[in-house]
């Protein structure tokens, strides 16, 4: 059995390329390696050919891609017999929409408001614009409508197996309307001549019984579709008959009809670009085929957890990874719901159930206590790390670098309030200028605030919008918190001082609308309804808006350290002192001991070991500054330029230096080529500059290209290759220590050690796609194995480029988590003090359980121990380690020397006693490994 909290979860993405076939057969591996806990990617039904599980279409299947039930069924048994618990990645905040493969959304768009699943959706179906009556817009054309329409790109279909009408485009299907189908089918028949006949006849009888006032309600829909399918050769006539709907080139009477019949559905067909402005439905992010679920609806909730609910009752889930909690309405409230669901179906209430949640926090920003929760999957301890294991020394050099190579100031404000407008006034229009809508609706429906313009209204919830400094506020029926209350003044008095116009209360109308406060008893001016569906929509919207701004904009903007460009992280963050390390954990221990800590995910920007070299560059500044001139100079032939386009611009320049030390193989070849252009298309897209995905530059990005691949041609940048090599190197020494003092602080701290697929050798990947490339799990497994008990741990340092010395440390720390689990999951972590000239490049401190303990030392800073990375550890780290109150068996003394503890490995784990306690530890005596 595994434990109720995992000691050590390993993140697998399931798709059609590794099923739960494929994941069944690395389970042995997995728990030889030292794993409590399969954590997988999505596994419910998604749309066809999903790589990655987040676009279901069915909350209560599971994916046939992957294998469906039976082969779920094989890979639950593998995993007990293992023991080995699983931990899915749930998605409750959004469904995957359009196309023709989602039965709830299809009923939607055949029925519309009627529809029982109308509720399920976030949709606001009276702002659909130009429509006398509500209706969702569906942003899926490729180019305009009317352009579609006279193509004949739009077809109407019978089916004869349903006896119903869709419109179709390409691949997505569009119900029409039971109400529609008597004219339908009465233009049918007259098309194809067949009012005489007797196949006709019945046809036009059966829509005359349903017509005029007596249109098919849903209730009678089933019967009229049951009764077309039963008339004799009805679909051979209606198949001809359609022809009066056969839009295309010099047909307008057709045109004219088809266009009739679609302006009378339950949507509206429109551009795919029309999405940033006009729709009218809650997306994942800018995700147009992502709907947003409304999950606070009870009716929802039950609908969504079918399956979840019958898998936790069968004990084939011992835990869930919450997608998205910023996007629900209430986590709060759904948190609550989905604990009281596990309790009622488990019957098992003093048993944990695992939940992580997925949440970016801000640097000073703490957890919300939801219920059930036991802490985030771990970013904002990645960045905590590698925060610490960075050289605070050498920023000011890399500012000053960064500065010139691009001309940047090397302040974060200013290019992430321009990201975020730029987002603001594209990708998130649409749901920007809904919640404009709704605030001047409130201001508009007192007497006392109607004299606010809408345009005014506009632009100080832009204001605010734009100084909202975390992902979102959590407010919920009762009232804001008082940490959102303080969080909603200060960012209302920043863009109160932005503010140009005449304030006259607008601000303090924005205030009180946001913290319901102006529905207060003592006021009763305005409809609480309304106030909370705004409140309420503006923490759904700053979140996407603050990911959208920061992580997908500002992060491929501002290049002066990629290595703090990560999720849940600050580019502009400075080093962190090993006090407030220290402390971290310490708080770590009293609030969520039992969250992830994650290093790499499928959602980090590079993989952990090239964030690990990059790190590098801060310890090697004044060289790097020196090179990145150099390599300038040498690159300027190849820089391509035509008129005033310029590929790569400056900055972007300097940020491909950075990808290419991050990612550096052993040799160039063309695979390596291709993966960086297509890192540099993805970062130049996402920068929003000179290109965009909305508005892709083909000659900027084509440039790019160019410069990739003459920079790395041996025939036309020999020097350059020559140069760069020699220093990736350097990085590359120093970042695979600076791997290994990673691995060692993310196994032993607070919290719950995750591990991303493939990442117990070297990972030196890029941003996704990359970084979800098939794994050889049988070389690792073999290297497991092959492993002896006690290895030769300098060996294998020394000969680390092939990464079996970073999986080997694994398999070590992880061993020691099995053996100590109440250390690490129940016990303190105390700081231990280090003395000597080298103090400063030591974290140290004790994870402590009652008699039990585990000392960890770690190594930072690693350049004047390597000649600036030119070779392996060497010579004297002078100082001592004090572990006063625990006793190391076979030694009485009160302090290590670190000469000793890093003698052979960058890293030292030793089994200890506590206080007063001289018996062995629980395998023998204290070593350092």
């Not at 429109?270 to 940033?276: E, K, Y």
């Not at 309420?536 to 990911?547: C, H, I, L, S």
């Not at 070779?871 to 572990?883: A, Y």
Request: glycine share 6%.
């Amino acid at each position: 059995m595994p434990p109720a909290i995992p000691l050590a979860t390993y993140r697998l993405q399931l798709n059609e390329n590794f099923t739960f076939d494929d994941a069944a057969a690395v389970a042995p591996y997995l728990k030889a390696l030292g794993i409590s806990h399969v954590y997988a990617s999505p596994f419910l039904k998604a749309r066809a050919h999903s790589q990655h599980g987040y676009d279901i279409v069915d909350h209560n299947a599971i994916n046939p891609e992957l294998g469906g039930e039976a082969a779920f069924t094989r890979f639950s048994a593998v995993l007990k017999d293992n023991g080995l618990g699983l931990i899915l990645d749930f998605v409750p905040n959004h469904m995957g929409v359009h196309f023709a493969d989602n039965g709830w959304w299809l009923d939607v768009l055949e029925w519309g408001e009627a529809s029982p699943y109308a509720e399920f959706f976030d949709i606001d179906w009276d702002l659909l614009p130009f429509r006398a009556k509500g209706g969702v817009l569906l942003p899926i054309l490729g180019s305009s409508y009317g352009h579609a329409l006279e193509n004949g790109e739009i077809e109407l279909r019978y089916d004869a197996g349903e006896g119903s009408f869709s419109a179709w485009y390409y691949e997505h299907r569009l119900p029409i309307a039971p109400e529609r189908y008597s004219e339908i089918l009465r233009t049918a028949v007259s098309e194809a001549g067949a009012e005489d006949n007797e196949t006709g006849q019945a046809i036009l009888d059966l829509a005359t019984r349903y017509s005029g006032l007596h249109r098919p309600s849903r209730m009678e829909a089933p019967s009229f579709k049951a009764a077309l399918r039963t008339i004799a050769g009805a679909d051979a006539v209606i198949t001809r008959g359609l022809e009066a709907y056969r839009a295309g080139a010099g047909r307008e009477a057709q045109i004219k009809a088809l266009h009739y019949l679609l302006e009378r559905q339950h949507y509206r067909l429109a551009h795919w670009r029309l999405a940033t402005s006009e729709i009218n439905y809650r997306r994942f992010f800018d995700v147009n085929s992502l709907a947003g679920l409304r999950v606070e609806n009870a009716a929802t909730f039950d609908a969504i957890h079918g399956l979840v609910r019958k898998l936790i009752a069968e004990d084939k889930l011992q835990g869930l990874r919450l997608d998205h909690i910023d996007g629900l309405r209430d986590p709060a409230q759904y948190c609550q719901r989905l604990q009281r669901l596990i309790r009622d179906t488990r019957g098992r209430p003093r048993e944990a159930f695992y939940l992580a949640i997925e949440k970016i926090l801000g640097e000073h920003e703490d957890l919300p206590h939801f219920p059930g929760v036991h802490g985030t999957t771990g970013y904002e301890h990645l960045n905590l790390i590698s925060r610490v294991l960075l050289d605070g020394k050498g920023l000011d050099t890399l500012d000053e670098t960064w500065r010139q190579a691009s001309n940047i100031a090397p302040d974060l404000d200013p290019v992430l309030r321009a990201a975020k407008r730029r987002v603001m006034e594209t990708l998130l229009a649409s749901e920007f200028t809904v919640l404009a809508r709704l605030l001047a609706r409130i201001a508009g429906g007192h007497y006392t605030t109607r004299d606010f313009s809408a345009d005014s209204l506009r632009q100080a919830l832009e204001l605010f919008v734009l100084h909202f400094p975390v992902y979102r506020t959590y407010i919920a029926t009762g009232g804001p918190s008082a940490e959102d209350r303080t969080l909603i003044g200060e960012t209302i008095d920043k863009a109160r001082r932005d503010w140009f116009g005449a304030d006259e209360g607008i601000f303090d109308f924005l205030r009180d609308t946001l913290t319901l406060d102006l529905a207060a008893p003592n006021r009763k001016a305005h409809s609480l309804r309304r106030l909370r569906r705004f409140a309420f929509k503006v923490q759904q919207f700053t979140g996407p808006m603050m990911a959208k701004s920061l992580e997908d904009t500002s992060f491929y903007r501002y290049h002066r350290l990629l290595a703090l460009n990560e999720v849940g992280g600050n580019p502009a963050a400075t080093s962190l002192s090993i006090t407030a390390f220290q402390a971290a954990l310490q708080k770590r221990t009293q609030t969520f001991p039992h969250g992830m800590t994650a290093t790499s995910t499928h959602d980090t920007k590079r993989g952990e070991d090239a964030r690990t070299r990059l790190l590098a560059l801060a310890e090697l500044s004044g060289e790097w500054a020196s090179l990145v001139g150099k390599w300038k100079a040498l690159n300027a032939p190849h820089v391509v330029t035509e008129g005033n386009l310029r590929a790569p611009s400056p900055a972007f320049e300097y940020m491909l230096y950075q990808a290419l030390i991050g990612a550096w193989p052993e040799a160039i070849d063309a695979t390596f080529l291709a993966r960086m252009k297509a890192y540099a298309i993805k970062a130049a897209r996402e920068a929003k500059l000179e290109t965009t995905w909305l508005n892709p530059n083909a000659a900027y990005e084509r440039g790019l290209e160019l410069f990739l691949e003459r920079i790395l041609d041996p025939a036309q940048s020999a020097d350059f290759l020559s140069s760069i090599d020699a220093f990736a190197q350097r990085a590359s020494l120093i970042g695979r220590l600076n791997s290994l003092s990673q691995l060692m602080l993310k196994t032993m701290m607070p919290g719950v050690p995750d591990f991303y697929q493939g990442t117990e050798f070297w990972d030196t990947s890029l941003v996704d796609p990359d970084n979800r490339r098939p794994v050889d799990f049988k070389a690792r497994a073999q290297v497991l194995t092959s492993l002896p008990p006690q290895p030769q741990w300098r060996n294998l340092m020394t000969h680390a480029a092939d990464g079996h010395i970073k999986l080997a440390w694994t398999a070590h720390l992880l061993a020691l988590r099995n053996r100590y689990p109440d250390v690490f999951q129940r016990g303190e972590s105390r700081p231990l003090d280090v003395t000597g000239s080298h103090s400063d490049h030591v974290i140290a401190f004790a994870r402590i359980y009652r008699k039990q303990a585990v000392i960890v030392a770690v190594l930072r800073w690693f350049a004047p121990f390597t000649d600036g990375g030119r070779m392996w550890p060497h010579g004297t780290i002078d100082g001592e380690l004090k572990i006063d109150g625990l006793h190391v068996s076979q030694s009485a003394q009160n302090e290590l020397r670190l000469s000793e503890l890093f003698a052979n490995l960058p890293v030292a784990v030793l089994e200890a006693t506590a206080a007063r306690q001289h018996e062995k530890a629980a395998r023998g005596p204290g070593r350092a490994a």
